[in-house]
């Protein structure tokens, strides 16, 4: 008889209609493939935190200035070069050269498609982060004038460097004008700013025997230098502005109140600075009517502090006047620091303000109780009779008081300029 049938082994499949057992196969690789399969994958390790660079020296950063002047650094480049300039002196002085002999090696753009674009950005780096050593506030409209001249300059072919400039002052109780052309008025106000390098203990651009006025060296310049003068005689003018700029902003506190001797005169170095950006607008202004271009007046504030130089020079030019018997007598005599008659200025208008004037001598105070005469003038009108490009008589004034009083200050103001 037969027994129970054994189990059947393991790996084996019961008998089924259609089919004997069948033996599983091997373990194959697609079977590694199947994601039922597939082992956990292990977590990855966090990764290690890159060390912060390390600065870099004197030597790394002044070799980078190249690069930095053709814009060609990274954005960490530009930064850390940027941040040692306004630490270091010597590579400053070089990023400068450096920059300005790029613009030799670039065209420079033309002056009518962005006029403002300097100023914007200037303005909005300052805001940003305002200079380490800073260009001293006085010194400001030099360089904001000299600057826009430049940019007038900038696309003058060569006929229009000699077009014909006439120049206009006041002397005595007469206009004077002089004919010269763009490239000459260029080089007056070259020769002109050369007293205050000279201040500065810098070369003087016409050497050691030049005269030491104003007027003297100009003519001295034009009657000595190759004629014509040519657009050549811009970058020799530019050089010296930047350098001016640049040895003010880093002589330190005290500065400004060096002398420059202009000969029938002397001015603190702060004023000196004013008195060329005013000189270097109203040329500017002289070339931009000569070739039919139109040129705005200096801003608010600028503006403000020229005006104000000329006020506080009223006194002693009426006091002038009065010596060479151009001006009435004073009414009486006044200690210094005393009050004495006072006449009150007021200039209407962008860069306006009121002053009050002592009328007998130049030391004395000013007194409102004493005001015995008041003159209302536009801005732009009273910096054109501070030029002499108009006389006492043209000026539109709002007057009131002391007839003989105003008539000395108008014609004292009008003193003021020169060739």
Sequence with gaps: MNGPADPPHEGYEELRPGGPARIPGPRGAADDLDPRHAP??????????EPPPPPRTHAV????LGAWALAACSTEETQAVEDHLTECAQCAEEALRLRDAVGLLHPEDSLDLKPLLRSRVLEDCLG?????????PWANPYDTETARLDALLRDFGDSEWQTPVRLKWFEEERRQSRRTTVAGVIGHLL???????TALGLDDPLGPEAPSDATGRTEHYWSSAEQPITRQIREPWR???????RTVSFAGRGVGELSVDYGPFALPLGDAFLERAFECWVHAWDIAEAVDYPYDPPSGPHLHRMIDLAARLLPSALAHRRRA?????ARGLVAAGAPGRTLHLEIEGAGGGSWDIALDSPAAKPSAEHTVAQ??????EFCQLAAGHISPEEAAVGQHGDREAIRDVLFAAASLSRL
Aim: hydrophobic share 45%.
């Design 61 to 64: 950063l002044k070799s980078l």
């Design 40 to 49: 956990e994958p292990l977590p990855e390790p966090p990764a290690a935190p």
């Design 128 to 136: 940003k982060r305002p200079a380490r050593i800073p260009v001293p």
């Design 239 to 245: 050089e010296q502005g930047h350098t001016l700029l």
């Design 191 to 197: 020769t002109v700013d050369g007293l205050v390098a």
């Design 375 to 380: 003159i209302a003038l536009d801005g732009a």
């Design 325 to 329: 018997g151009l001006a009435a007598p």
